[in-house]
């Protein structure tokens, strides 16, 4: 059975249309579905508009990505072919190739081809291989605030006990798909520890809140 994830992500159908039609032309399977604020795949503290997105088989993410970039290159030798990178600086398409994370391989070779024209020598994407991959740090005011959130639940601010401990939850599963299509973790061992031990520090505070409740209505 095929294992499909998420490869890129639109704000209407219109917009994935492009990509939608490389993908029936070379008989890949696609789903586009409806995405609202998934828990474990975004940044604590971040803002996730509802969006659609474009999921494809693991195994052909890296036969997408070359499709995409042959067919910019293809797009880039067509006479008139204009492109909203073609304004941007060298500075600009050296920060794009040096962070290629949202950027489609289109856009990617679209940047790598204009800008080694402009420098007049070859322009290499970095790998995108897992091994390259490097966790994302948890901020350490979020690490303070999970504890303080979980502590505060043992009082009789129960909720804040179940925050602390979603939150942990949050940083010990969040999950990113690479572009060319393997699934590592999103936060670092050194954040993940501090998930678990907020889970875990929650997971007492609520024990605690839910005696204080007993004792209080025994009374």
Known sequence: MLQYATYSRF??????????????????????????NQ??????????????????????????????ADQAKQDLAQ?????????????????????????????????????????????TLPSIHSDNFKPVRLELIWILLGYIVSLLGASYFFYLAIAGFLSGLVVNQAKKT???????????QWSRMHGRIIMILASVCMAINLILLLHLISR
Not at 13 to 33: G, M, R, T, V, W
Not at 44 to 67: C, R, S, W, Y
Not at 178 to 188: E, H, N, R
């Open 79 to 123: 006479p008139g072919f204009e492109h909203l990178m073609q304004s941007y600086s060298v500075s600009e398409l050296q920060e794009i190739i040096h962070h290629p994370d949202g950027w489609n391989a289109y856009d990617l070779q679209v940047a790598t081809e204009i800008l080694s024209e402009r420098l007049q020598a070859p322009v």
């Open 178 to 188: 690479l572009k060319d299509g393997s699934t590592v973790k999103m936060y670092d």
């Open 11 to 36: 704000y209407s159908p219109d917009d994935a249309q492009f990509l939608i039609s490389l993908l029936q032309k070379h008989h890949i399977p696609y789903a586009l579905e409806h995405e609202v």
């Open 39 to 68: 828990l474990d795949k975004v940044y604590l503290g971040a803002v996730v508009d509802a969006m659609f997105t474009l999921q494809i088989p693991k195994e052909k993410f890296n036969h997408v990505n070359h499709l995409l």
